[in-house]
């Protein structure tokens, strides 16, 4: 009897024993597969998540998106990691060695694949929506609508988009909408123009945001000196104090619209259009292109100088003058050559 009962310990033990080792095997195997890389079917593995998407549905389509992955395997070690509720909706790459652990981090983190598009300072919406077009991976919504429709989808429904967003580069996740991006840069443009106006100098005669930001885009498209911008703005902050037109070629330029050729004609100042500032006084009825901080800040700062005139110098600078007389000396000297 004792040696029945010493055998069972054994056989007991034995079987514990054995027990052990298939678990501290399968933790091993577990371990190695949560760590190895995954073979992808291609060198980028696209990987898109819907919002709403259960972890099970996850795994599958990691496996759909050319992931060589059982999907319920995966499904497991999402619901072990204990994360499993905390996958993402988004856009992803796969590529190089992506393992089960680091797929799911990404995918927890919301790491997503992102792009950027670059708006410019000093280009008008046509080039901005031009931009767009080009953009990779931005999905085309506005590309469809009018410039009306898509204010209105913006909710800005009546206002002109020109001048509207703020130049600035703006990431966006793979397949994002082009009307977010330009919503964000709408936003943008709000928040700089808010912060300048608040901290105007109350001399000038601008008369609410709007006007400003029409100001600053002309002195956006004056001159890309900054330096010279507090004295351009100071010409034009002048010239509407005492009613006199600006007189300033790049709203003439805009107010052609496709039909400048690159040359602009004595008769092209002289033909009427709302942009024309040779032949209207005050500012155009909208801005003109998208300005910058630094042109934003000038229109409502202008430099404390009493300049009516400035003509170029051919270097980017510019010469500033009180008087018509000194400013024909300046044109005569920097323009005509003489």
Known sequence: MKNVRSFGGRLLRLALGIAVALALLGAALAYWWVNAPLRLNAPMVDLSIEPGTSPR?????VA???VDVQPQLLY???RLSGQARQIRAGSYE?????SPRSLLQKIVLGDEASRSVTLVEGWNFR??????KRAENLRPEAAALSDAQLMQQLGRPGVAPEGRFFPDTYTYS???SDLAVLQRALRAMDARLATVWAQRNTQVPLQNPDQALILASIIEKETGRTSDQPQISA???NRLLIGMRLQTDPTVIYGLGAAFDGNLRRADLLADTPFNTYTRTGLPPTPIAMPGRQA??????????KALYFVARGDGTSVFSDTLDAHNRAVNQFQRGK
Request: hydrophobic content about 55%; aromatic content about 14%; charged content about 15%.
């Open 57 to 61: 549905e996850v795994a599958a389509v």
């Open 64 to 66: 759909r998106s050319g």
């Open 76 to 78: 497991w070690w999402f």
């Open 94 to 98: 796969l590529q190089g060695d992506v």
């Open 127 to 132: 080039q901005v929506r031009d931009a767009l």
């Open 174 to 176: 793979k397949g994002a």
């Open 235 to 237: 010409v034009f902050n």
């Open 296 to 305: 934003l800040y000038a229109a409502v700062h202008p430099a404390p100088i």
